[in-house]
Nanobody
Framework: QVQLVESGGGLVQAGGSLRLSCVVSGSAVSLNNMNWYRQAPGKQRELVARGVGGGRTNYADSVKGRFAISRDMAKNTVYLQMNSLKPEDTAVYYC?????????????WGQGTQVTVSS
């Protein structure tokens, strides 16, 4: 069983920073393949950052240069450092991963953490 638990959201002024955490439990989960999504009110969930293996990450154009994923293997935790926050970054942020077992892809999501950026 895989469990993802996010934390670290909150209210911040524009230009500020937040660091989100995603604690991962369960077998067969690689921290290098963790992703972060977000969903703003009335909008579709969108990909923010995707782990593509080998410690590399791809970022959405809207956050490139401002957001960064880091990993603490000892704590089984993935972080999303968010700097220079803008009001349009306001959303519920989710960590996500896929686990392949016996050829079947299982998709896991955390419960989400709210980020609100005031102007």
């Amino acid at each position: 069983q895989v469990q993802l638990v996010e934390s670290g959201g909150g209210l911040v002024q524009a230009g500020g920073s937040l660091r989100l955490s995603c604690v991962v439990s369960g077998s067969a989960v690689s921290l290098n393949n963790m992703n972060w999504y977000r969903q703003a009110p009335g909008k579709q969930r969108e990909l923010v950052a995707r782990g593509v293996g080998g410690g590399r990450t791809n970022y959405a154009d809207s956050v490139k240069g401002r957001f960064a994923i880091s990993r603490d293997m000892a704590k089984n935790t993935v972080y999303l450092q968010m700097n220079s926050l803008k009001p349009e970054d306001t959303a519920v942020y989710y960590c996500n991963t896929d686990v392949v077992r016996a050829g079947i892809i299982y998709n896991y999501w955390g419960q989400g953490t709210q980020v609100t950026v005031s102007s």
